[in-house]
Nanobody
């Protein structure tokens, strides 16, 4: 059973920083793209940042220059360094991974989410 476990959320004042982590575990051949999504109050879930296994990244326009996604392939872990946080960054942040389970199947998995609250 594949699991993604996020950590690092919390309450921070505007302008502050947080670092999220997401570790994958379980039976798998590997992981392709990994990403962070978020869902704010009353909003749809949106992509925040994505990283390929080779380390190529892309970001939502709203977080460019403030957030940095990175990964440690050996530890099957991704990180999201969030700087200059704004109240509008308040959301539940979810980790997503394209897990290669067999030679024929790659399936998406989600973490349980971690709350980030930015106070003004």
């Amino acid at each position: 059973q594949v699991q993604l476990v996020e950590s690092g959320g919390g309450l921070v004042q505007a302008g502050g920083s947080l670092r999220l982590s997401c570790a994958a575990s379980g039976r798998m051949l590997g992981i392709n793209d990994m990403a962070w999504y978020r869902q704010g109050p009353g909003k749809q879930r949106e992509l925040v940042a994505r990283i390929t296994v080779e380390g190529r990244t892309n970001y939502a326009d709203s977080v460019k220059g403030r957030f940095t996604i990175s990964r440690d392939n050996g530890r099957k872990t991704i990180f999201l360094q969030m700087n200059s946080l704004k109240p509008e960054d308040t959301a539940v942040y979810y980790c997503n991974a394209a897990v290669v389970e067999t030679n024929y199947y790659t399936n998406p998995y989600w973490g349980q989410g971690t709350q980030v609250t930015v106070s003004s």
